[in-house]
């Protein structure tokens, strides 16, 4: 199985901010990678995937980067409505998720 | 825009089988060009992937729990459902459906989600 893992565990930052997400895969995951935003009480909303494209509707604030085991989410400039629980997913071999950062006001 | 919905018991007791199912409104299920996930949620926890299920019924599970699971679809009902069996405590979580799709270059990701379901394992 491949193991992400995700750091930090929380980030807090204040609005306007730059947010630097990371996600390390155990072995290589090419760029079968996606970043999905979860808010309390609602599902995770797809955010990037093959690591670096936007989905539909996702603000050009959040770019995604990295490939092999190395991966990055930024958000350029933190908006209130991105405080949130990020998490990336893997589905080069089998399908598995990081643990999530939480990114919080400061 | 396709939209998801599970249903179920909320409350399974201890070694008895959870069972779930995920109606799909707006959009057909019988469309090859989607897979069908269940996806979980321990409560404060991260996301854990369960399995998926094509349109043929073909399916492919979690290891970890490949043993207990088993997925269906009924495509005249625009449905795919969930079982799993000899359930304890730690299968209590909010239990998600998901569709994922794929690009021509064959990028998977989950691009709906039901609003999730929450199932306690008490006695």
């Known amino acids: 199985e491949i193991v992400l893992t995700q750091s930090p565990a929380t980030l807090s930052l204040s609005p306007g901010e730059r947010a630097t997400l990371s996600c390390r895969a155990s072995?290589?995951?090419?760029?079968?990678l996606a970043w999905y935003q979860q808010k309390p009480g609602q599902p995770p909303r797809i955010l990037i995937y093959?690591?670096?494209k936007r989905a539909t509707a996702i603000p050009a604030r959040f770019s995604g980067s990295g490939s092999g085991t190395d991966f990055t989410l930024t958000i350029s400039s933190l908006e209130p409505e991105d405080f949130a629980v990020y998490y990336c997913q893997q589905r080069n071999i089998g399908l598995t998720f990081g643990g999530g950062t939480k990114v919080e006001i400061k | 825009q396709v939209h998801l919905q599970e249903s179920g018991p909320g409350l399974v007791k201890p070694s008895e089988t959870l069972s779930l199912t995920c109606t799909v409104s707006r959009g057909s299920i019988s469309s090859g060009d989607y897979y069908w996930s269940w996806i979980r949620q321990h409560p404060g926890k991260g996301l854990e992937w369960i399995g998926y299920?094509?349109?043929?019924?073909?399916?492919f599970h979690n290891p970890s729990l490949r043993s207990r699971v088993s997925m269906s679809v009924d495509r005249s009902r625009n449905q795919f459902s969930l079982t799993l069996n000899s359930v304890t405590a730690a299968d209590t979580a909010v239990y998600y459906c998901a569709r994922e799709t794929y690009t021509s270059t064959w990028q998977y990701y989950f691009d709906s989600w039901g609003q999730g379901t929450l199932v306690t394992v008490s006695s």
């Open positions: 093959d690591a670096s």
């Open positions: 072995q290589s995951v090419d760029t079968y």
């Open positions: 299920i094509s349109y043929s019924g073909s399916t």
